[in-house]
């Protein structure tokens, strides 16, 4: 599948680039952003799908976090993918910032209008992996995933939907029910996020599960920090160094 270089920027030692394709899951124009850390000129190396929010595209990450510099250290790649399908002309899919553009929530949708665009599971887990595999420096078999928000929730929905395909998770929600491979999992939630005072991310439910069901799981509740990218930017070099862990092993 053909590439479409959009930008590139030298960025710790190693460069930041964003591509455009067609894809075959979304029916319309992707873009993605990847970090290519020093190493991957002359070795492979494991790469971290980084999830981002609702509303998000796929500069938000790359230009506000600050994952370069922990990503070049530990040489691995970051991808960061469009948070939805865009330019569908889908009746609706701009009405809202939390439902259509901007936030496809990381599922395949089940209903018309949307199914036939809206497949962002299969794209993140099937289509752009392969992509990123066919056309970089990379080690298949060491991948993780990880995110924020919404993108949070949609890096464990595709990890236990996936048992054993990803090496290391991170997020704020947990679904209830997994078997599979052990799990090592690595949250922080600022004690200061208004969604997390008006009760939408409920962290004490995803502790109880994890207690249940003996799954390792590291909960800070950070004092002052609030739900935006000026969080995400204070803790995200623990993030990358909790996946170096696994996938540099």
Known sequence: ???????????????????????TELKCKMKFAIYLPPKAETDKCPVLYWLSGLTCTEQNFITKAGSQLAAAEHGIIVVAPDTSPRGCNIEGEDESWD????????VNATQDPWKTNYRMYSYVTEELPKLINANFSTDPDRMSISGHSMGGHGALICALKNPGKYKAYDATVLAASYSGPQLDIL?????????????????DNLIAVCSEKKIPVVFRLQPGYDHSYFFIYSFINDHIKHHAKYLNA
């Open 187 to 203: 949250i922080d939630q600022g004690r200061d996020d208004q969604f997390l005072s008006a009760s939408q991310l409920l962290p």
């Open 1 to 23: 599948m053909a590439l479409t270089q959009v930008s590139s920027n030298k960025c710790a030692g190693g460069f930041q680039k964003v591509f455009e394709h067609d894809s």
């Open 99 to 106: 439902f259509g553009t901007g936030a496809g929530f990381y």
